[in-house]
């Protein structure tokens, strides 16, 4: 099992737009996993989230920038983090977790993300408290992706593919707020990606 605390602390009055939160992972997730992992909590979270207009924002901002990479998977990686590319949203900064039960402040919203599975099964997840505000679940998504990105370069390339994917298939199967996109969409994103990963491989 490995379990991702994630806290969202309060923002720095110099950047009131900016929410800040920290992600520590207790474990280790091999990195192909990451974007399984990723991909069900998305669609979990969205579901979670129903018509709430938040979760239109998390789609917006999540599709904004997954269009732009798009275009840059396969350049080389330090070229695209030097650009600043890499950066999902401006409106996010990951901050270092805390080490210390000193530095614990009533504040900080603490939610906790468990992978769960043996070897070889496609793990499951979940996400505690169940019951979140829709802003906590907007967070948790952007920041548990950013933090993969920011660690894993091959998350980095694949994630906009999925993104898009993902778009793809709540304009056209079902919406995200339906349980069958929150069971379904993960798959249908996998599926997509290899597709196209498989697809330019064979034209390059």
Known sequence: MVTFTVKLHPRA??????QRVSVLADGELPEYGQVWVWDMLYAQQ???MGEA????????????????MSSKVFQPHDHIRS??????????ELVAPETSEAGLD????????????AGGELPSIRVSPDILPAEARHWLI??????????NPLFARELPIHILAFRKYHADINRPETPAAAEEAPFYAIQKAMEYFESAGNAG
Do not use: C, M, Y
């Open 83 to 92: 650009k600043g590319h890499l950066q999902i949203t401006e409106d996010l």
């Open 106 to 117: 009533a504040s900080i919203q603490e939610i906790t993300l468990r992978v769960e599975g």
């Open 53 to 68: 207009t938040l979760a239109a924002d998390t789609r917006e901002a999540l599709e904004l920038w997954a269009v732009n």
């Open 13 to 18: 009055p110099e950047a009131e737009a900016r």
């Open 46 to 48: 969205l579901f979670a």
């Open 142 to 151: 952007l920041a548990v992706a950013q933090n993969f990105v920011d660690e």
